[in-house]
Nanobody, 125 residues
Framework: QVQLDESGGGLVQAGDSLRLSCAASERAFSSYYMAWFRQAPGKEREFVAHISRFGRTKYYADSVKGRFTISRDNAKSTVYLQMTSLKPEDTAVYYC??????????????????WGQGTQVTVSS
C-alpha cells in the first residue's frame, strides 16, 4: 500500500505561483498513475490534473489548463503541481492520488485507490 504525503501549500496573493509536491512511500513509484484533485469549502472534490506512469500523457481540468503543470520524478517518487497565475477560485485543499490500474476515467475520484491527506492552498484577492 502506497502512502502519499503532500506539501507546499500556503497563503498567496492572486497572480502568484506555488508548487505542490506529493512524495510517495512506494519504491515502484513508476507503477502508479498519479493525479491531483482539489476540494473547495462546501464543494465536491474535483479533478485537477493527471499524469501517466512515465509522464508521457497529461490531462488537465479546463479551469487550470495553461496555468497549472503536472510533472513527476520517478527517481524521487514524487509528483508535482506547478501552479501559476493563481486565482481566488483556486482556493481549496489539494490532494494527490495514485492508482496502479487506471483506465480511461482518469478524472474520476473512484478511479484512484490511494490518497494523501491534502494540503491547503489559499489565494487572496
Amino acid at each position: 500500500q502506497v502512502q502519499l504525503d503532500e506539501s507546499g501549500g500556503g497563503l498567496v496573493q492572486a497572480g502568484d505561483s506555488l508548487r505542490l509536491s506529493c512524495a510517495a512511500s512506494e519504491r515502484a513509484f513508476s507503477s502508479y498513475y498519479m493525479a491531483w484533485f482539489r476540494q473547495a469549502p462546501g464543494k465536491e472534490r474535483e479533478f485537477v490534473a493527471h499524469i501517466s506512469r512515465f509522464g508521457r500523457t497529461k490531462y488537465y481540468a479546463d479551469s487550470v489548463k495553461g496555468r497549472f503543470t503536472i510533472s513527476r520524478d520517478n527517481a524521487k517518487s514524487t509528483v508535482y503541481l506547478q501552479m501559476t497565475s493563481l486565482k481566488p477560485e483556486d482556493t481549496a485543499v489539494y490532494y494527490c492520488a495514485a492508482d496502479r490500474n487506471l483506465g480511461t476515467n482518469y478524472y474520476q475520484i473512484g478511479s484512484y485507490d490511494y490518497w494523501g491527506q491534502g494540503t491547503q492552498v489559499t489565494v487572496s484577492s
